[in-house]
């Protein structure tokens, strides 16, 4: 039975609720769009192809615009953040490490599994199947196509593992060129402009080199198409951590916590949009810390100390 206390009592409760709301609702005056910066590890139009529905899942879950930033290159992301302009980033291991070395203010909060059940992958160096290098002492003096500066299995993991064998990437090559990406590294080598590349490597059947050829945008000199065999890695480093998608520390706690659900829940949520940022080979996403990155963040110090010696 109605009554005026239980009216009464209803209305409070009523109230309660609508301020609990507006208050988990406070940062979307603030915030009334977001961004997403990518580094551009492939072609910008396969990269936009690939993170744009993860921003449309975003936008639908935080109730908010959530627009994509392909950046031109890796230290865009971590200027973008720097900025302020992205408040999400996803970034590669060293990348986020630079960022965190000159000062962003970033929070990693989440990761991808590969089918494999880990949350990493490995930098490796490709030359052609049908050349003449079999191993990586067999490519003294020639020219290894590198991806950024910023980039861990593209400069960072192979100049720090190198070095840790007696191989300074800089002397023991006679050239080492960035390419700008890992798809234009690995195209490098297959139109024999240079004699190897680095790149990432998931496993077997999961790596920049496979999604390339899925695609079907990788082809030699001749226009021929291409395909896994054609390619014998010669050097292989340690387990890496995968890159982390990051979120800036100053946003409020609450859409802290609402990004990082939402990356967590997208695999059962929208398993298509998940499912087309690795050509479906990743399981989920993990939560991440910053302390499972302070191996990159030494690596990426270790690297800049030996290039300052160099110069």
Do not use: C
Request: no cysteine; charged share 25%.
């Amino acid at each position: 039975m109605l009554n005026r206390r239980t009216l009464f009592g209803a209305a409070l409760a009523s109230l309660a609720l609508a301020g609990v709301a507006h208050a988990a609702d406070d940062w979307k005056a603030q915030y009334p769009e977001l961004t997403l910066a990518v580094i551009p590890a492939e072609n910008a139009s396969t990269t936009t192809d690939r993170y744009q529905p993860l921003t449309a899942y975003l936008s639908k879950e935080l109730g908010v615009p959530v627009k994509l930033a392909v950046a031109t290159d890796y230290a865009a992301v971590i200027e973008a953040q720097r900025a302020g302009n992205a408040q999400i980033a996803f970034y590669g291991p060293a990348s986020y490490a630079r960022a965190v070395l000159t000062g962003v203010e970033t929070e990693p909060v989440a990761v991808s599994r590969h089918s494999n059940g880990l949350t990493g992958y490995y930098s490796v160096i490709y030359t052609l199947a049908n050349g003449p290098y079999k191993s990586i002492d067999d490519l003294k003096g020639k020219k290894l196509a590198l991806v950024d500066p910023n980039s861990t299995s593209g400069n960072n993991a192979p100049r720090f593992f190198l070095h840790r064998d007696g191989k300074d990437v800089d002397t023991f090559f006679g050239e080492a060129v960035f390419a700008g990406s890992h798809d234009n590294a690995v195209l490098a080598l297959a139109q024999g402009t240079v004699d190897a590349a680095a790149n990432s490597w998931n496993s077997e059947d999961d790596s920049n080199l496979t999604r390339m050829i899925t695609k079907g945008v990788l082809k030699d000199a001749d226009g021929n198409p291409m395909k896994k065999e054609d390619f014998r890695i010669v050097f292989k480093s340690d387990f890496l951590p995968e890159g982390p998608y990051s979120v800036l520390a100053s946003l409020p706690a609450d859409l802290k916590e609402k990004i990082k659900t939402a990356f967590l829940e997208m695999p059962e949520k929208d398993k298509a949009a998940f499912d087309g940022l690795s050509d479906g080979k990743d399981i989920e996403f993990a939560a991440i810390s910053a302390a499972d990155y302070q191996p990159v963040v030494e690596m990426v110090k270790f690297n800049d100390e030996q290039r300052k010696k160099g110069s």
